[in-house]
């Protein structure tokens, strides 16, 4: 004989032959909700630790170094990673607190330190995003975004000009592109350039580096070699680019120098590739072409390290101390005689000066240079 049927959750009394799911059910509901109920309290507990765990590691405060150098390393490192993460609101007003000059024609800014000019792969903040912002602030809510007449690396600071229309930044750019603009940078070298002034004139290809970090590198492409002790002429590559830099030590120690470096080119890396490959000198924080065949922090003499106070554990902390300290832009539209624009190098930039015993030039070291001067000519 079939016994009854009665709901899942129920019991069968053996013997009874009553149902007691209802009251399996009813009694079965307090335990039910005071566990449930027991689960959320642990689940809001757990947030709330994870939540306060995750607000001491980004309040926690790393231990402040002593020494002032590595002090200022570690808040340049800070500044880099805070400008991918700042408002755009909040770095169109930095820029503009550093604008070098401006016109009916031309805004010039003075480009921070580790601010991309253009968007990329892992990059989430770059000049280009702001211009829009940076136009409003200038000239009101209805302004024109503002154009870029060049562009400078990321690691590179200085003089960058922008163009309120866009017919005036395709004639700045026609400048660059036929040579017209006098280029000069400020760069400090880890070794002193023998002789002391002149121009390195060879081409540059960009080649694969083999090895553990396959990447790619700008390198020398040279027309002559030497074979056996006599001069002979290389095989040169098809994708080479005519590259020409004029320099001149403006100062110098045993270990390093102040360079000005006019580029008369205008190829990719062309400053770093011709100091490191070229005479032997990398600027200093180059970690890129330091070495050839690797990606590593750049080296250091023993006495470098001693005169800026740091380990070479701390490498690779070190910013690349290349300046675009001048431009001398031709008469242009309205304006009938050229002008020259000058910005006084960064703060890490002048401190490393010092550390390393190296004078700048005695037109700047006025105190009443301040950065960004103008001089119009």
């Given amino acids: 004989m079939a016994a009854p049927s009665c709901n899942a959750l129920g019991l069968w009394v053996r013997g009874s032959g009553q149902c007691l799911g209802s009251r399996f059910i009813l009694a079965c509901q307090p335990f039910c909700s005071s566990a449930a109920a027991s689960g959320t309290l642990n689940a809001q507990r757990l947030a709330e630790k994870l939540r306060s765990q995750k607000q001491e590691q980004k309040t926690r405060k790393q231990p402040v170094p002593t020494n002032p150098v590595q002090r200022r390393v570690q808040e340049l490192v800070r500044f880099t990673q ?8 909040v770095l169109a007003k930095a820029l503009s607190r550093g604008i070098v000059h401006q016109d009916k024609d031309l805004v010039v800014i003075n480009k921070p330190y580790g601010l991309p000019v253009h968007g990329g792969p892992g990059v989430q903040l770059c000049i280009s995003d702001v211009l829009p912002i940076l136009a409003k602030m200038l000239r009101g809510h209805k302004a024109e975004p503002l ?22 930044a395709h004639q700045v750019q026609e400048l660059f592109r036929t040579r017209q603009v006098v280029k000069k940078y400020w760069a400090i070298a880890v070794r002193v350039p023998v002789p002391s002034a002149g121009v390195v004139d ?27 002790g006599k001069m002979v002429r290389a095989r040169t590559s098809r994708n080479a ?11 110098s120690t045993l270990s390093s120098a102040l360079l000005e470096l006019q580029p008369i080119t205008g190829i990719k890396h062309q400053l770093r590739v011709h100091l490191s490959f070229g005479l032997d000198c990398p600027i200093l924080g180059d970690h890129k072409y330091s070495d050839w065949n690797k990606l590593a922090p750049q080296k250091l003499s023993v006495g470098t390290l001693k005169k800026l106070g740091l380990k070479q554990a701390k490498a690779r902390h ?4 290349l300046h675009a300290r001048q431009l001398v832009l031709p ?32 037109q700047d070291q006025s105190g009443d240079d301040e950065a960004g001067h103008l001089r119009a000519q």
């Fill in 331 to 362: 008469a242009l539209g309205s304006r009938k005689e050229e002008l020259n624009l000058v910005c006084k190098p960064p703060r890490y930039f002048l401190c490393s000066l010092r550390r390393l015993d190296l004078r700048m030039p005695s």
């Fill in 318 to 321: 070190i910013p690349l101390h």
């Fill in 82 to 89: 805070q400008l991918q993460r700042v408002h755009p609101n």
């Fill in 147 to 168: 154009h870029l007449c060049h562009r400078l690396d990321k690691e590179t600071t200085g003089v960058m000009v922008l163009a309120w229309e866009k017919e005036m």
């Fill in 241 to 251: 680019h005519v590259a020409v830099t004029q320099y001149q030590v403006l100062s």
């Fill in 202 to 228: 060879i081409p540059i290809v960009e080649k694969e580096v083999q090895g553990p970090q396959q990447h790619y590198k700008m390198t020398l492409s040279p027309g002559y070699r030497m074979d056996n």
